[in-house]
């Protein structure tokens, strides 16, 4: 999937997940070994299962279940790997995280 369809798909989801009510999110996973770069987004990403290796800003971390970041203000793509198996995690869009 492009950039471009990756963008799109995110403007146009629908679903619910953990995310506050008047956000839409996107449930992603990633297998080992596999590597997505998050277009630009109002909203956070946030670990569902497994551990992550985020890459955005010009700054590395790690994440665990339950753990959040805010990519509202990235200008440019964050880039997300999976460490030690497969990686579940949500892209909550228009809005911070509301639990």
Known sequence: M?????TLLFEAAERKG??????SSLRIVLLQGEVLLV???????????GTAWISF???????SRDEYINIALCAERTVVAGLGGALLFEVCLAGALGF
């Open 18 to 23: 953990a995310c506050s009510s008047s956000d």
């Open 57 to 63: 800003e010009g700054r590395d971390m790690l994440l």
């Open 39 to 49: 277009p630009p987004a109002r909203g956070t990403l946030r670990i569902l299962s």
């Open 2 to 6: 492009s950039t471009a369809e990756m």
